[in-house]
Protein backbone atom coordinates (compact mmCIF):
# COMPACT_ATOMS: atom_id res chain seq x y z
CA UNK A 1 0.00 0.00 0.00
CA UNK A 2 1.22 3.45 -0.71
CA UNK A 3 0.74 6.31 2.10
CA UNK A 4 0.69 10.35 0.89
CA UNK A 5 0.53 13.03 3.25
CA UNK A 6 -0.93 16.00 1.93
CA UNK A 7 -0.44 19.49 3.91
CA UNK A 8 -0.75 17.27 7.21
CA UNK A 9 -0.92 19.38 10.35
CA UNK A 10 -1.35 18.43 13.61
CA UNK A 11 -1.06 20.94 16.72
CA UNK A 12 -1.08 19.96 20.17
CA UNK A 13 -3.15 22.56 22.81
CA UNK A 14 -0.11 22.78 24.93
CA UNK A 15 0.03 25.86 27.95
CA UNK A 16 2.70 27.00 27.95
CA UNK A 17 4.87 30.44 28.22
CA UNK A 18 7.51 29.67 25.94
CA UNK A 19 5.25 30.42 22.71
CA UNK A 20 6.64 27.15 21.03
CA UNK A 21 4.51 25.57 19.26
CA UNK A 22 4.57 21.30 19.39
CA UNK A 23 2.84 19.02 16.75
CA UNK A 24 3.52 18.55 13.18
CA UNK A 25 2.77 21.19 10.21
CA UNK A 26 2.67 21.32 6.58
CA UNK A 27 3.99 17.56 6.17
CA UNK A 28 4.10 16.33 2.63
CA UNK A 29 5.09 13.15 2.18
CA UNK A 30 4.82 10.18 -0.63
CA UNK A 31 5.78 6.62 0.12
CA UNK A 32 5.22 3.89 -2.83
CA UNK A 33 4.17 0.38 -2.18
CA UNK A 34 6.83 -1.88 -0.83
CA UNK A 35 9.44 0.72 -0.18
CA UNK A 36 11.52 1.37 2.77
CA UNK A 37 11.92 4.75 4.73
CA UNK A 38 13.59 6.30 7.41
CA UNK A 39 11.99 9.22 9.48
CA UNK A 40 15.01 10.73 11.58
CA UNK A 41 15.30 13.62 13.88
CA UNK A 42 16.11 14.28 17.72
CA UNK A 43 13.57 13.73 20.63
CA UNK A 44 10.69 15.93 20.60
CA UNK A 45 10.80 16.46 16.57
CA UNK A 46 7.67 15.11 15.76
CA UNK A 47 8.47 11.85 14.10
CA UNK A 48 5.90 10.06 16.75
CA UNK A 49 3.30 12.53 16.14
CA UNK A 50 3.39 11.50 12.27
CA UNK A 51 3.92 7.70 12.59
CA UNK A 52 0.46 8.30 14.59
CA UNK A 53 -1.53 9.84 11.49
CA UNK A 54 -0.77 6.88 9.86
CA UNK A 55 -2.78 4.54 11.38
CA UNK A 56 -5.47 7.52 12.43
CA UNK A 57 -4.38 7.41 16.22
CA UNK A 58 -4.45 11.06 15.09
CA UNK A 59 -6.77 12.39 13.12
CA UNK A 60 -4.92 15.24 11.16
CA UNK A 61 -6.83 18.97 11.91
CA UNK A 62 -5.31 20.24 8.18
CA UNK A 63 -4.53 18.09 5.29
CA UNK A 64 -5.38 14.29 4.59
CA UNK A 65 -3.51 11.39 5.52
CA UNK A 66 -4.07 8.76 2.07
CA UNK A 67 -3.16 4.95 2.50
CA UNK A 68 -3.94 2.85 0.08
CA UNK A 69 -8.14 3.25 -0.85
CA UNK A 70 -8.30 5.25 2.75
CA UNK A 71 -8.34 8.70 2.91
CA UNK A 72 -8.03 10.51 6.49
CA UNK A 73 -8.88 13.68 6.92
CA UNK A 74 -10.22 15.19 10.66
CA UNK A 75 -13.63 14.44 9.69
CA UNK A 76 -13.22 10.54 9.65
CA UNK A 77 -15.10 8.02 11.01
CA UNK A 78 -14.89 4.48 11.51
CA UNK A 79 -11.32 3.68 11.06
CA UNK A 80 -11.02 0.58 11.86
CA UNK A 81 -10.26 -0.86 8.47
CA UNK A 82 -7.70 1.03 8.08
CA UNK A 83 -5.68 0.04 11.83
CA UNK A 84 -6.21 -3.35 10.61
CA UNK A 85 -3.53 -2.57 7.16
CA UNK A 86 -1.10 -0.44 9.39
CA UNK A 87 0.55 -2.25 11.88
CA UNK A 88 2.48 -0.19 14.34
CA UNK A 89 5.54 -1.19 16.57
CA UNK A 90 5.84 1.17 19.43
CA UNK A 91 9.26 1.93 21.55
CA UNK A 92 8.89 -1.06 23.82
CA UNK A 93 6.24 -2.93 22.48
CA UNK A 94 6.86 -6.45 24.98
CA UNK A 95 5.80 -3.29 27.40
CA UNK A 96 2.01 -4.10 25.98
CA UNK A 97 2.31 -8.09 26.73
CA UNK A 98 -0.54 -8.82 28.68
CA UNK A 99 -2.02 -12.49 28.18
CA UNK A 100 -1.11 -15.65 30.45
CA UNK A 101 0.10 -16.88 26.90
CA UNK A 102 2.15 -16.41 23.93
CA UNK A 103 -0.79 -17.51 22.00
CA UNK A 104 -3.06 -16.12 23.56
CA UNK A 105 -1.28 -12.50 23.55
CA UNK A 106 -1.01 -13.21 19.63
CA UNK A 107 -4.24 -14.30 19.44
CA UNK A 108 -5.82 -10.57 20.52
CA UNK A 109 -5.35 -8.91 17.80
CA UNK A 110 -6.97 -11.52 15.02
CA UNK A 111 -9.49 -12.14 17.04
CA UNK A 112 -10.57 -8.57 17.73
CA UNK A 113 -10.56 -8.55 13.46
CA UNK A 114 -13.48 -10.91 13.51
CA UNK A 115 -11.35 -13.90 12.36
CA UNK A 116 -12.86 -17.84 12.52
CA UNK A 117 -10.40 -19.84 15.16
CA UNK A 118 -8.61 -21.33 11.74
CA UNK A 119 -7.32 -18.24 10.54
CA UNK A 120 -6.42 -17.24 13.75
CA UNK A 121 -4.44 -19.85 14.34
CA UNK A 122 -3.04 -19.57 11.07
CA UNK A 123 -1.72 -15.88 10.89
CA UNK A 124 -0.54 -17.23 14.46
CA UNK A 125 1.96 -19.28 12.72
CA UNK A 126 2.64 -17.59 10.15
CA UNK A 127 3.45 -14.51 12.61
CA UNK A 128 5.60 -16.86 14.90
CA UNK A 129 7.85 -18.53 12.00
CA UNK A 130 8.68 -15.22 10.68
CA UNK A 131 10.49 -14.27 13.80
CA UNK A 132 11.64 -17.80 13.99
CA UNK A 133 9.43 -18.13 16.96
CA UNK A 134 8.74 -22.19 17.83
CA UNK A 135 4.99 -22.56 17.27
CA UNK A 136 4.65 -25.48 19.32
CA UNK A 137 7.04 -25.61 21.96
CA UNK A 138 6.13 -21.60 22.99
CA UNK A 139 2.60 -21.14 22.33
CA UNK A 140 1.65 -22.36 26.08
CA UNK A 141 4.31 -20.63 27.25
CA UNK A 142 4.30 -16.98 29.39
CA UNK A 143 5.37 -13.84 28.01
CA UNK A 144 6.68 -13.43 30.85
CA UNK A 145 9.59 -15.79 31.03
CA UNK A 146 10.95 -15.09 27.84
CA UNK A 147 14.41 -13.24 27.37
CA UNK A 148 14.42 -9.38 26.53
CA UNK A 149 15.17 -10.60 22.70
CA UNK A 150 12.59 -12.97 22.51
CA UNK A 151 9.63 -11.18 24.77
CA UNK A 152 10.45 -8.55 22.19
CA UNK A 153 10.02 -10.41 19.28
CA UNK A 154 6.82 -11.70 20.31
CA UNK A 155 5.55 -8.06 20.61
CA UNK A 156 6.26 -7.94 17.26
CA UNK A 157 4.60 -11.14 16.44
CA UNK A 158 1.61 -9.63 17.64
CA UNK A 159 1.38 -6.56 15.24
CA UNK A 160 2.00 -9.22 12.60
CA UNK A 161 -0.58 -11.29 13.14
CA UNK A 162 -2.93 -9.12 12.19
CA UNK A 163 -1.34 -9.17 8.44
CA UNK A 164 -0.81 -5.23 7.99
CA UNK A 165 0.32 -4.62 4.96
CA UNK A 166 2.48 -1.44 6.37
CA UNK A 167 4.47 -1.75 9.09
CA UNK A 168 5.59 1.32 11.28
CA UNK A 169 8.77 0.46 13.49
CA UNK A 170 9.66 2.79 16.67
CA UNK A 171 13.49 2.16 17.49
CA UNK A 172 12.51 -1.43 17.22
CA UNK A 173 16.05 -2.59 18.85
CA UNK A 174 16.32 -0.18 21.69
CA UNK A 175 17.48 -2.04 24.85
CA UNK A 176 18.80 -5.04 23.18
CA UNK A 177 22.46 -6.23 22.88
CA UNK A 178 24.50 -6.28 20.17
CA UNK A 179 23.71 -9.61 18.87
CA UNK A 180 20.09 -9.42 19.64
CA UNK A 181 19.88 -6.52 17.93
CA UNK A 182 21.54 -7.38 14.84
CA UNK A 183 19.55 -10.61 14.26
CA UNK A 184 16.19 -8.48 14.70
CA UNK A 185 17.31 -6.01 12.18
CA UNK A 186 18.12 -9.05 9.94
CA UNK A 187 15.01 -10.62 10.79
CA UNK A 188 13.01 -7.02 10.21
CA UNK A 189 14.46 -6.97 6.27
CA UNK A 190 13.24 -10.54 5.68
CA UNK A 191 10.06 -10.02 6.83
CA UNK A 192 9.74 -7.16 4.76
CA UNK A 193 10.69 -8.42 1.46
CA UNK A 194 8.97 -11.86 2.11
CA UNK A 195 5.39 -9.91 2.96
CA UNK A 196 6.27 -7.21 0.73
CA UNK A 197 5.43 -4.59 3.36
CA UNK A 198 5.82 -0.56 2.86
CA UNK A 199 8.18 -0.31 6.03
CA UNK A 200 8.33 3.07 8.04
CA UNK A 201 11.62 3.11 10.33
CA UNK A 202 12.06 5.23 13.12
CA UNK A 203 15.70 5.72 14.45
CA UNK A 204 18.11 7.25 16.19
CA UNK A 205 20.76 5.01 15.03
CA UNK A 206 22.09 6.09 12.03
CA UNK A 207 24.36 3.32 10.97
CA UNK A 208 21.05 1.34 11.44
CA UNK A 209 18.93 3.51 9.22
CA UNK A 210 21.62 3.57 6.64
CA UNK A 211 21.37 -0.58 6.66
CA UNK A 212 17.68 -0.52 6.33
CA UNK A 213 15.85 1.94 4.50
CA UNK A 214 16.46 3.88 0.38
CA UNK A 215 14.80 6.88 1.40
CA UNK A 216 15.22 9.38 4.22
CA UNK A 217 12.49 12.20 6.32
CA UNK A 218 14.88 14.44 8.36
CA UNK A 219 12.47 16.48 11.06
CA UNK A 220 13.27 19.03 12.90
CA UNK A 221 10.60 20.92 15.04
CA UNK A 222 7.64 19.19 13.35
CA UNK A 223 8.61 19.89 10.15
CA UNK A 224 10.09 17.76 6.91
CA UNK A 225 13.67 19.99 7.00
CA UNK A 226 14.83 17.87 4.24
CA UNK A 227 14.76 14.24 2.50
CA UNK A 228 16.04 12.24 -0.13
CA UNK A 229 17.83 8.75 -1.15
CA UNK A 230 19.76 7.36 2.04
CA UNK A 231 22.63 7.97 0.61
CA UNK A 232 21.91 11.70 -0.47
CA UNK A 233 21.04 12.73 2.94
CA UNK A 234 23.74 11.14 4.32
CA UNK A 235 26.57 13.12 2.51
CA UNK A 236 24.72 16.24 4.33
CA UNK A 237 26.67 15.32 7.95
CA UNK A 238 27.16 19.07 8.57
CA UNK A 239 23.10 19.54 8.29
CA UNK A 240 22.98 16.17 9.82
CA UNK A 241 24.94 17.44 13.16
CA UNK A 242 23.52 21.01 13.20
CA UNK A 243 20.48 19.12 13.79
CA UNK A 244 21.77 17.31 16.63
CA UNK A 245 21.96 13.82 14.74
CA UNK A 246 24.39 11.58 14.62
CA UNK A 247 26.23 10.56 11.14
CA UNK A 248 27.10 6.95 10.17
CA UNK A 249 30.30 5.42 11.53
CA UNK A 250 31.89 5.51 8.05
CA UNK A 251 31.27 9.25 8.15
CA UNK A 252 32.97 9.80 11.36
CA UNK A 253 35.88 7.95 10.11
CA UNK A 254 36.47 9.57 6.89
CA UNK A 255 36.05 13.15 8.02
CA UNK A 256 39.09 12.70 10.25
CA UNK A 257 40.81 11.62 7.69
CA UNK A 258 40.15 14.39 5.66
CA UNK A 259 41.23 16.29 8.66
CA UNK A 260 44.76 14.48 8.88
CA UNK A 261 44.87 15.78 5.02
CA UNK A 262 44.82 11.47 4.64
CA UNK A 263 41.49 11.49 2.25
CA UNK A 264 40.02 13.88 -0.36
CA UNK A 265 36.82 12.02 -1.51
CA UNK A 266 33.05 12.38 -0.81
CA UNK A 267 32.23 11.98 3.11
CA UNK A 268 29.96 8.69 2.34
CA UNK A 269 28.06 6.53 4.18
CA UNK A 270 29.10 2.44 3.65
CA UNK A 271 29.12 -0.70 5.51
CA UNK A 272 32.10 -1.48 7.18
CA UNK A 273 33.61 -3.67 4.17
CA UNK A 274 33.86 -1.16 1.95
CA UNK A 275 35.21 1.07 4.20
CA UNK A 276 38.21 -1.32 5.07
CA UNK A 277 38.71 -1.65 1.28
CA UNK A 278 38.85 2.47 0.75
CA UNK A 279 41.34 2.66 3.47
CA UNK A 280 43.57 0.10 2.93
CA UNK A 281 43.70 2.11 -0.68
CA UNK A 282 44.56 4.81 0.81
CA UNK A 283 47.28 2.95 3.11
CA UNK A 284 49.11 1.02 -0.38
CA UNK A 285 47.88 3.78 -2.59
CA UNK A 286 50.70 6.19 -0.76
CA UNK A 287 53.25 3.37 -0.56
CA UNK A 288 53.33 1.93 -4.10
CA UNK B 1 36.34 -0.20 48.86
CA UNK B 2 33.62 -2.66 47.42
CA UNK B 3 34.78 -6.61 47.73
CA UNK B 4 32.20 -9.46 46.22
CA UNK B 5 33.43 -12.80 47.13
CA UNK B 6 32.14 -15.87 45.55
CA UNK B 7 28.41 -14.80 45.08
CA UNK B 8 26.10 -17.00 44.11
CA UNK B 9 22.71 -16.31 43.29
CA UNK B 10 20.00 -18.71 41.77
CA UNK B 11 15.94 -18.32 40.86
CA UNK B 12 13.09 -20.44 40.94
CA UNK B 13 11.32 -20.28 37.52
CA UNK B 14 7.02 -21.14 37.83
CA UNK B 15 8.27 -24.49 36.95
CA UNK B 16 10.47 -25.53 40.03
CA UNK B 17 13.23 -25.22 37.62
CA UNK B 18 16.13 -23.01 38.95
CA UNK B 19 18.12 -20.71 36.76
CA UNK B 20 21.83 -19.86 38.01
CA UNK B 21 22.31 -16.23 37.41
CA UNK B 22 25.41 -15.56 39.55
CA UNK B 23 28.16 -18.39 40.00
CA UNK B 24 30.72 -17.76 41.74
CA UNK B 25 31.96 -14.37 41.06
CA UNK B 26 34.86 -12.03 42.54
CA UNK B 27 35.75 -8.61 42.07
CA UNK B 28 37.54 -5.95 43.44
CA UNK B 29 36.44 -2.35 43.08
CA UNK B 30 38.75 0.48 44.25
CA UNK B 31 37.82 3.69 45.47
CA UNK B 32 38.34 5.98 42.34
CA UNK B 33 37.79 3.27 40.00
CA UNK B 34 36.02 3.61 36.86
CA UNK B 35 34.56 -0.07 35.90
CA UNK B 36 32.25 -1.07 33.40
CA UNK B 37 30.69 -4.59 33.24
CA UNK B 38 29.65 -5.61 29.82
CA UNK B 39 27.43 -8.90 28.75
CA UNK B 40 24.29 -9.45 27.15
CA UNK B 41 20.52 -9.68 28.42
CA UNK B 42 20.57 -12.35 30.81
CA UNK B 43 24.33 -12.06 31.29
CA UNK B 44 23.92 -11.49 35.49
CA UNK B 45 25.22 -8.23 35.18
CA UNK B 46 22.02 -6.80 36.52
CA UNK B 47 21.38 -9.34 39.20
CA UNK B 48 24.96 -8.35 40.04
CA UNK B 49 24.39 -4.83 40.36
CA UNK B 50 21.14 -5.62 42.73
CA UNK B 51 23.51 -7.05 44.93
CA UNK B 52 25.34 -3.60 45.57
CA UNK B 53 22.90 -1.63 47.54
CA UNK B 54 20.84 -5.02 48.79
CA UNK B 55 18.21 -5.56 46.61
CA UNK B 56 19.25 -8.58 46.50
CA UNK B 57 20.76 -9.63 49.40
CA UNK B 58 23.21 -12.75 48.57
CA UNK B 59 21.76 -16.27 48.99
CA UNK B 60 25.61 -17.30 48.85
CA UNK B 61 28.80 -15.79 48.94
CA UNK B 62 29.88 -12.24 50.17
CA UNK B 63 28.87 -8.81 49.05
CA UNK B 64 31.01 -5.90 51.55
CA UNK B 65 31.28 -2.53 50.85
CA UNK B 66 33.59 -0.48 53.31
CA UNK B 67 33.97 -3.34 55.74
CA UNK B 68 30.08 -3.72 55.96
CA UNK B 69 28.65 -6.81 54.67
CA UNK B 70 25.23 -6.74 52.94
CA UNK B 71 23.58 -9.41 54.97
CA UNK B 72 20.10 -8.75 55.72
CA UNK B 73 17.70 -5.29 55.92
CA UNK B 74 19.24 -4.23 59.50
CA UNK B 75 22.13 -2.71 57.70
CA UNK B 76 20.77 -1.75 54.05
CA UNK B 77 20.30 1.88 54.99
CA UNK B 78 23.53 1.96 55.66
CA UNK B 79 24.60 0.53 52.23
CA UNK B 80 22.22 2.60 50.46
CA UNK B 81 23.61 5.71 51.53
CA UNK B 82 26.88 4.35 50.37
CA UNK B 83 25.92 3.12 47.26
CA UNK B 84 23.41 4.88 44.75
CA UNK B 85 21.85 3.71 41.90
CA UNK B 86 20.50 4.97 38.50
CA UNK B 87 18.25 2.56 36.41
CA UNK B 88 17.41 2.29 32.46
CA UNK B 89 14.19 4.54 32.34
CA UNK B 90 14.51 8.19 33.46
CA UNK B 91 10.58 8.12 33.70
CA UNK B 92 10.48 5.10 36.22
CA UNK B 93 13.03 7.31 38.48
CA UNK B 94 11.30 10.85 38.84
CA UNK B 95 9.13 11.49 41.89
CA UNK B 96 9.21 14.85 42.08
CA UNK B 97 7.17 17.56 40.14
CA UNK B 98 10.61 19.59 38.76
CA UNK B 99 13.94 18.74 39.19
CA UNK B 100 14.39 20.93 42.19
CA UNK B 101 11.34 19.03 44.36
CA UNK B 102 13.02 15.09 42.74
CA UNK B 103 16.11 16.29 44.72
CA UNK B 104 14.58 17.42 47.53
CA UNK B 105 12.11 13.98 48.30
CA UNK B 106 15.44 11.68 48.78
CA UNK B 107 16.76 14.59 51.05
CA UNK B 108 13.57 14.55 53.02
CA UNK B 109 13.87 10.82 53.18
CA UNK B 110 16.94 10.94 55.44
CA UNK B 111 15.82 14.04 57.32
CA UNK B 112 18.66 16.82 56.25
CA UNK B 113 18.29 20.03 57.52
CA UNK B 114 15.94 21.88 55.72
CA UNK B 115 18.10 24.61 56.03
CA UNK B 116 20.90 23.45 53.84
CA UNK B 117 18.79 21.96 51.96
CA UNK B 118 18.84 23.99 49.15
CA UNK B 119 22.38 24.56 48.87
CA UNK B 120 22.86 21.05 48.65
CA UNK B 121 20.28 20.68 45.48
CA UNK B 122 22.36 23.46 43.60
CA UNK B 123 25.27 21.45 44.30
CA UNK B 124 24.11 17.92 42.80
CA UNK B 125 22.15 19.83 40.10
CA UNK B 126 25.62 21.56 39.26
CA UNK B 127 27.52 18.74 38.83
CA UNK B 128 25.15 17.16 36.47
CA UNK B 129 25.47 20.70 34.22
CA UNK B 130 21.16 20.82 35.02
CA UNK B 131 21.67 23.77 37.61
CA UNK B 132 19.50 26.35 35.44
CA UNK B 133 16.50 23.87 34.94
CA UNK B 134 15.67 23.16 38.71
CA UNK B 135 11.96 24.45 38.11
CA UNK B 136 11.36 21.85 34.85
CA UNK B 137 9.36 19.16 35.04
CA UNK B 138 10.19 15.89 33.67
CA UNK B 139 8.28 15.70 30.45
CA UNK B 140 9.83 19.40 29.52
CA UNK B 141 12.98 17.32 29.50
CA UNK B 142 15.12 15.50 27.16
CA UNK B 143 15.54 11.75 28.22
CA UNK B 144 19.65 12.42 28.73
CA UNK B 145 18.27 15.69 31.03
CA UNK B 146 15.97 13.14 32.82
CA UNK B 147 18.60 10.96 33.18
CA UNK B 148 21.44 13.32 34.69
CA UNK B 149 18.83 14.59 36.76
CA UNK B 150 18.36 11.22 38.01
CA UNK B 151 22.32 10.95 39.05
CA UNK B 152 22.01 14.30 40.52
CA UNK B 153 19.48 13.19 42.48
CA UNK B 154 21.55 10.09 43.64
CA UNK B 155 24.91 12.64 44.30
CA UNK B 156 22.95 15.22 46.66
CA UNK B 157 22.87 11.91 49.15
CA UNK B 158 26.67 12.22 48.69
CA UNK B 159 27.09 8.36 47.97
CA UNK B 160 30.61 6.93 48.01
CA UNK B 161 29.82 4.81 44.62
CA UNK B 162 27.46 5.33 42.28
CA UNK B 163 26.27 2.24 40.50
CA UNK B 164 24.42 2.79 37.13
CA UNK B 165 22.44 -0.04 35.18
CA UNK B 166 22.27 0.65 31.69
CA UNK B 167 21.44 4.50 31.83
CA UNK B 168 22.09 5.28 28.20
CA UNK B 169 20.02 2.50 26.71
CA UNK B 170 16.79 4.84 26.29
CA UNK B 171 18.52 7.32 25.18
CA UNK B 172 19.13 8.75 21.38
CA UNK B 173 22.79 9.74 20.85
CA UNK B 174 23.16 13.07 22.08
CA UNK B 175 21.73 11.74 25.72
CA UNK B 176 24.07 8.48 25.78
CA UNK B 177 26.82 11.10 25.20
CA UNK B 178 25.61 14.28 27.91
CA UNK B 179 25.41 11.28 30.39
CA UNK B 180 28.50 9.29 29.73
CA UNK B 181 30.71 12.51 30.51
CA UNK B 182 29.23 13.43 33.20
CA UNK B 183 30.23 10.14 34.85
CA UNK B 184 33.54 10.53 33.35
CA UNK B 185 33.90 14.14 34.87
CA UNK B 186 32.86 13.06 37.84
CA UNK B 187 35.33 10.07 37.76
CA UNK B 188 38.05 12.39 36.75
CA UNK B 189 37.18 15.45 38.68
CA UNK B 190 35.19 14.30 41.78
CA UNK B 191 36.94 10.65 42.11
CA UNK B 192 33.79 9.17 42.30
CA UNK B 193 34.13 5.33 41.93
CA UNK B 194 31.61 4.33 39.23
CA UNK B 195 30.26 1.10 38.46
CA UNK B 196 28.88 1.12 34.70
CA UNK B 197 26.59 -1.72 34.02
CA UNK B 198 26.09 -1.49 29.93
CA UNK B 199 26.00 -3.33 26.42
CA UNK B 200 27.65 -0.10 24.46
CA UNK B 201 30.72 -1.57 23.78
CA UNK B 202 31.91 2.43 22.76
CA UNK B 203 31.03 3.42 26.73
CA UNK B 204 33.76 0.82 28.05
CA UNK B 205 36.42 2.24 26.74
CA UNK B 206 37.58 5.49 28.64
CA UNK B 207 37.04 2.37 32.03
CA UNK B 208 40.28 1.77 34.00
CA UNK B 209 38.57 -1.79 34.13
CA UNK B 210 36.23 -3.85 31.99
CA UNK B 211 34.41 -6.56 33.54
CA UNK B 212 32.69 -9.44 30.51
CA UNK B 213 29.95 -11.30 31.96
CA UNK B 214 28.24 -14.65 30.27
CA UNK B 215 25.35 -16.83 31.91
CA UNK B 216 26.46 -15.65 35.73
CA UNK B 217 30.03 -16.06 35.15
CA UNK B 218 32.72 -13.58 35.35
CA UNK B 219 34.76 -14.48 31.66
CA UNK B 220 36.94 -11.49 31.56
CA UNK B 221 38.17 -9.05 33.31
CA UNK B 222 41.45 -6.28 32.81
CA UNK B 223 41.98 -3.04 30.92
CA UNK B 224 39.89 -2.64 27.70
CA UNK B 225 42.68 -2.99 25.31
CA UNK B 226 43.30 -6.26 27.00
CA UNK B 227 39.79 -7.03 27.30
CA UNK B 228 39.11 -6.37 23.63
CA UNK B 229 43.00 -8.48 22.49
CA UNK B 230 40.70 -11.37 23.32
CA UNK B 231 38.55 -10.94 20.42
CA UNK B 232 38.07 -14.84 20.01
CA UNK B 233 36.53 -14.81 23.80
CA UNK B 234 34.34 -12.19 22.89
CA UNK B 235 33.50 -13.61 20.01
CA UNK B 236 32.32 -17.13 21.19
CA UNK B 237 30.28 -15.33 23.48
CA UNK B 238 28.73 -13.04 20.79
CA UNK B 239 29.72 -9.86 22.33
CA UNK B 240 30.46 -7.44 19.47
CA UNK B 241 33.56 -5.43 19.33
CA UNK B 242 33.87 -2.04 19.19
CA UNK B 243 33.18 -0.56 15.34
CA UNK B 244 36.65 0.60 15.14
CA UNK B 245 37.88 -3.20 16.42
CA UNK B 246 36.20 -4.67 13.63
CA UNK B 247 37.87 -1.99 11.27
CA UNK B 248 41.35 -3.60 12.71
CA UNK B 249 40.57 -7.21 12.06
CA UNK B 250 38.98 -7.02 8.42
CA UNK B 251 42.16 -4.80 7.07
CA UNK B 252 44.47 -7.32 9.27
CA UNK B 253 42.52 -9.61 6.80
CA UNK B 254 43.52 -7.56 3.80
CA UNK B 255 47.33 -7.69 5.08
CA UNK B 256 48.11 -4.72 7.11
CA UNK B 257 48.93 -4.48 10.25
CA UNK B 258 48.25 -1.55 12.74
CA UNK B 259 51.42 -1.72 16.10
CA UNK B 260 48.38 -1.79 18.82
CA UNK B 261 44.53 -2.58 19.45
CA UNK B 262 42.39 0.20 18.18
CA UNK B 263 39.59 0.64 20.31
CA UNK B 264 38.13 4.36 19.43
CA UNK B 265 38.01 6.14 15.57
CA UNK B 266 40.78 8.18 16.82
CA UNK B 267 42.85 5.24 17.67
CA UNK B 268 42.39 3.99 13.94
CA UNK B 269 43.25 7.02 12.46
CA UNK B 270 46.05 7.59 14.28
CA UNK B 271 47.39 3.94 12.98
CA UNK B 272 46.28 4.75 9.93
CA UNK B 273 48.61 8.02 9.70
CA UNK B 274 51.78 5.91 11.16
CA UNK B 275 51.22 3.72 8.29
CA UNK B 276 50.97 6.48 5.82
Known amino acids: MAVILENVYYKYDVEDNTNIEYGIFNINMNVEQGKTVGIIGKTGSGKSTLMQHLN ?106 MNPQILVLDEPTAGLDPKSKKDLLNLLISIKNKRNLTLFFVSHNMDDVFLL ?27 LR ?47 | MIKIIDLEHEYKKDNNESIKTLNKVNIDINKGDFVSIIGHNGSGKSTLAKHLNGLIIPQKGEVIIDDIKVIDDNNIWEIRRKVGMVFQNPDNQFVGGT ?10 NIGFPSKDMM ?16 KRPPHKLSGGQKQRSAIGSVLAMEPDYLVLDEPTSMLDPKGRKEVIEVLRTLNKQD ?30 QGTPKEVFNNKKMLKSINLELPKAAILQEIIANKGINFKDEVLTKEDLVEELWQLF
Open chain 1, 56 to 161: ALYLPQKGKVIVGDFIVDKKSKDLRNLRKKVGMVFQYPEDQLFEETIFNDLAFGPKNLGLSKEQIEKAIRGAMADLELDFDSMKDRSPYQLSGGQKRKVAIASVLA
Open chain 1, 213 to 239: TEYIYVMCDGRIVFEGSTEEVFKENTK
Open chain 2, 191 to 220: KMTILLITHFMDEVVYSDKVIVMDKGNIVL
Open chain 1, 242 to 288: ELDLGVPFSVEVLELLEKRGMYKGPLKPMELEELADLLVGIIRGKND
Open chain 2, 119 to 134: ERINYAAGKVGMGDYL
Open chain 2, 99 to 108: IEEDIAFGLE
